[in-house]
């Protein structure tokens, strides 16, 4: 990876930390761009709380606009003003971003901070680094959750298609991603060849093939929402959902919901720096990111959400929710208990193939 002569200033200055802010080498001021809510929460309690307390003068402005970050980074790219300093945004789109150019490309043994132990970031972040310019931070999934009270107890997603031993509605997203994959598994496709099954004609026919056994009996879902309202309604019996919404049904609301961990599909949620800044703004978001991406920050969040940390170091530091004082790591999806089966969401595949069976699947949905 080339770095220009900038960037190995900045990444020195970087590991100075405090000594380059007193000396003026940072801005002052910094807009951190996230999702809101709960989730922006956790991040204000976790990171931007702690990182201004230790770093007097320096202020954090916060923006809600992680939805739209592609299309608005493009647009202050081509203004020749980028507003931003620090994003969060899923890994689909730190790809998207670093592909074109707008994002800044980070060497994580040297710019971020090693764990513990003494183990590179490269190691401790391990395969969640898919992109040159992504920094994790937390491990979501997409599952199952099922009502405890109308039927018996699931074990393997493949239940999900056995509608005379789960009898009921079921909900499921509304596009091929997860589904397509869940499908070939549960129909003896190792997952080590699902996506290569996936490329042929035969293999995406055989996809559908299995989900037509319960299409009658599914609700499509478009937003992470609508799984854990129709659960409590009684309205399905299972459906598939983000883990986090789960969570906050069962431990926040005391709903008669259970979680079926198996064959999860994990997805990534992290930071990108934009590229362009000036060198005292990026030298103050490769600091901050320095922070904000430690052991141990990573695994503050998760005392705040049910979002496991993307370090292998922060697992065995997480600890009780903040406020409800409930263990946490049972409802990680990262938690080993939990993570017996899964499958990470194959960025690079879906993006090669993902108009085309977009189109598939809402032509098979009208059939």
């Known amino acids: 990876m080339k770095f220009t002569k900038a960037l ?135 599952t199952f959750g099922y009502r405890t009270d109308l039927i018996d107890q699931p074990t393997s997603v493949c239940d999900i298609f056995d509608t005379e031993a789960f009898p009921g509605q079921r909900a499921l997203e509304k596009r091929p991603i997860g589904n397509l994959e869940w499908a070939l598994i549960c129909d003896g496709v190792d997952i080590a060849d699902v996506y290569d099954v996936l490329e042929t004609e035969e293999g995406v026919a055989r996809a559908f093939a299995k989900l037509d056994t319960i299409k009658d009996s599914t609700v499509w879902w478009s937003a992470g929402a609508e799984t854990p309202q129709l659960l409590a309604d009684g309205e399905v019996v299972m459906g598939s959902t983000y883990n986090g919404r789960l969570f906050a049904a069962i431990a926040e609301q005391g709903q008669p919901i259970g979680m079926l961990w198996d064959w999860q599909m994990f997805d990534l949620d992290g930071w990108i720096i934009p590229a362009g800044l000036s060198p005292e703004r990026e030298a103050r978001a490769l600091d901050f990111i320095y922070f904000a991406t430690d052991t141990q920050r990573l695994a503050d969040q998760a005392k705040y959400i049910s979002y496991g940390p993307a370090r292998q170091s922060s697992a065995p530091l997480v600890g009780d929710h903040a406020e409800l004082g409930i263990a946490m790591a049972p409802h990680m999806p990262t938690d080993p208990a939990n993570a017996v089966n899964t499958f990470l969401f194959n960025y690079k595949w879906w993006a090669s193939y993902r108009d085309d069976l977009d189109a598939q699947f809402q032509a098979w949905l009208l059939q």
């Not at 689909?92 to 994002?103: F, N, T």
């Open 8 to 142: 190995m200033a900045t990444t020195a200055l970087t590991v100075a930390g405090s000594m380059a802010a007193a000396e003026g080498h940072m801005a002052s001021e910094m807009t951190i761009v996230s999702w809101g809510g709960a989730y922006q929460s956790s991040q204000t309690n976790a990171y931007f709380t702690p990182y201004t307390e230790m770093n007097e003068g320096v202020t954090i402005i916060t923006d809600e606009s992680s939805a739209e970050a592609v299309t608005k980074l493009r647009a202050m790219s081509e203004a020749g003003n980028v507003t931003w300093d620090v994003v969060d945004v899923v890994a689909a789109d730190a790809m998207r971003l670093c592909d074109e150019g707008l994002a800044l490309e980070i060497n994580a043994d040297e710019q971020l901070a090693p764990a513990p132990d003494g183990t590179p970031a490269s190691e401790d972040f391990g395969d969640l680094i898919v992109s040159d310019c992504f920094i994790p931070q937390i491990v979501y999934s997409t």
